[in-house]
C-alpha cells in the first residue's frame, strides 16, 4: 500500500506573513496584524457561504442587516442594491460585514473601500492606523445560489505621512499598493496573495487544521495558452477592435491553426485563477453598453493586475494602458480589463494599435 508521507514542516499563512516580517528590518507588525485579519475574514466568510443553504435565518438577526425574509435561508436576495447598481444578495451584505468588523478589530486600518458601501468607512477610533484597504467581500455574487465558486478581492494602501484620513487618500493607482491578492471559495478556499515588488503566493485552507496552507510558491502564468474568458453575451456592444481581437481567437487564419477554448464562470475571482494556474486571457471589455466597463478599479482591476504582474504575467485597461497605472476619480470607478498571460494579452494590444 502507498503510505501518505506527513510533512511535519508545514508553512502555514500565520508562519509565512511571520517569516515575511522578519525580512523586513524596520517592519512594526502592523501588515501582519492586518494579514491575520484578512485571514479571519476569508475563513469566516467560506465557512458562511458553505452553510448558506443549512444555517436558518431568524427574522429579527441582529447579526446581519436582511429586512423582510422570506427564505430562511442564507441563500437569495438581501432587497437591496449598491452603489454600483447591483442587487445584493444576502450574502453580500454578511461577507461585507464581517470583512468590515474583521478591519476595524485590527486596529491598524484607517478607510476601508467595499463594494457594498457607498461611502469609504473611516474609522476614527483608530486615527493613527496606517493602512487603507479596497475589497469585495462576495465577487460573482450572482453565482452563489448555484453553489458556484465565488471570492473576496483585496488591496492594501499605506497611506502617506500626514494623509487627511479621507476618501481622497485611496484615489491611487494600483501601483502604490503594498499588497493585494484573492481568496477563492471554491472546492476548497484558495488564498493567492502578491505583496509589492514580491512574488505570488497561493495557500489552500485546510479545514480540519483551520489554517491556510502553502500550497502554490512562487505562482508563474505560463506565456501562453489558447483560452480565452469573456461574456460573449456583450458582443453586440463590442468595440471593433474587440470583436476583430476575439474572432481572430475562434476562426485562425494561419494554416493548421486551431480555435481558442471558451470557458468563463462569471465570477472573476474564479475565472481569473484558473487563468493564472492554466495561461489564457480574462477579459471585461469597456463597450457601448458600458464606455467605463463593468469592473471597479479599486477592489477588482487593480488587485488582480498586481497580481498577474507579479506572476509574469500582463494587464491592461480598454484603452491598452497598464492597469496598475489606471488612477481612480471615485472610489467605485469601472475600467476596462484585460489580463492573463504575457503573449495573450500583447496579441490584444497588438490587434488595438493596428486600429488607432
Ligand atoms: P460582483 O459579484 O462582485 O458584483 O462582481 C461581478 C463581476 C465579476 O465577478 C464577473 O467577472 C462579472 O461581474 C460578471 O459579469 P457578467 O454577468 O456581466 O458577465
Ligand atoms: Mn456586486
Ligand atoms: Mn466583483
Ligand atoms: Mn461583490
Known amino acids: 500500500a502507498v503510505g501518505e508521507a506527513i510533512n511535519t514542516d508545514i508553512i502555514t499563512l500565520t508562519r509565512f506573513l511571520t517569516e515575511e516580517q522578519t525580512k523586513h528590518k524596520e517592519a512594526t507588525g502592523d501588515f501582519t496584524l492586518l494579514c491575520h485579519a484578512l485571514q479571519f475574514a476569508f475563513k469566516s466568510i467560506s465557512y458562511y457561504i458553505r452553510r448558506a443553504t443549512l444555517i436558518n435565518v431568524c427574522q429579527t438577526s441582529q447579526i446581519i442587516r436582511v429586512k423582510r425574509l422570506t427564505v430562511f435561508q442564507l441563500t437569495g436576495l438581501a432587497g437591496s442594491s449598491n452603489t454600483t447598481g447591483d442587487d445584493q444578495k444576502k450574502l453580500d451584505v454578511i461577507g461585507n460585514d464581517l470583512f468590515i468588523s474583521a478591519m476595524r478589530s485590527c486596529g491598524r486600518v484607517r478607510l476601508l473601500v467595499s463594494e457594498e458601501e457607498e461611502e469609504c468607512i473611516i474609522f476614527d477610533e483608530f486615527p493613527t492606523a496606517r493602512y487603507a484597504v479596497a475589497c469585495d467581500p462576495i465577487d460573482g455574487s450572482s453565482n452563489l445560489d448555484a453553489g458556484v465558486s465565488v471570492g473576496t478581492i483585496f488591496s492594501v494602501y499605506k497611506l502617506e505621512e500626514g494623509a487627511k484620513g479621507t476618501k481622497e487618500d485611496l484615489l491611487l493607482p494600483g501601483t502604490e499598493m503594498v499588497a493585494s491578492g484573492f481568496t477563492m471559495y471554491g472546492a476548497s478556499a484558495q488564498l493567492v496573495i502578491t505583496m509589492k515588488g514580491g512574488s505570488v503566493n497561493g495557500f489552500t485552507l485546510d479545514n480540519n487544521f483551520g489554517e491556510f496552507i502553502l500550497t502554490h510558491p512562487n505562482m508563474r502564468i505560463p506565456k501562453k495558452r489558447a483560452i480565452y474568458s469573456v461574456n460573449e453575451g456583450n458582443s453586440l456592444y463590442w468595440e471593433e477592435p474587440v470583436k476583430e481581437y476575439i474572432n481572430g481567437l475562434k476562426f485562425p487564419t494561419e494554416e493548421g491553426g486551431k480555435p481558442y477554448s471558451a470557458r468563463y464562470i462569471g465570477s472573476m475571482v474564479a475565472d481569473a ?16 453598453k458600458s464606455p467605463k466597463g463593468k469592473l471597479r478599479i479599486l477592489y477588482e482591476c487593480a488587485p488582480m493586475a498586481m497580481v498577474f504582474e507579479n506572476a509574469g504575467g500582463l494587464a491592461v485597461n480598454s484603452k491598452m494602458e497598464r492597469m496598475m497605472e489606471v488612477v481612480p476619480e471615485h472610489i467605485h470607478d469601472r475600467s476596462g480589463i484585460f489580463l492573463g498571460s504575457e503573449q495573450e494579452v500583447q496579441r490584444v494590444i497588438d490587434v488595438h494599435k493596428k486600429h488607432q
Open 273 to 288: 485563477y484558473r487563468t493564472l494556474l492554466y495561461g489564457g486571457i480574462f477579459a471585461y471589455p469597456a463597450d457601448k
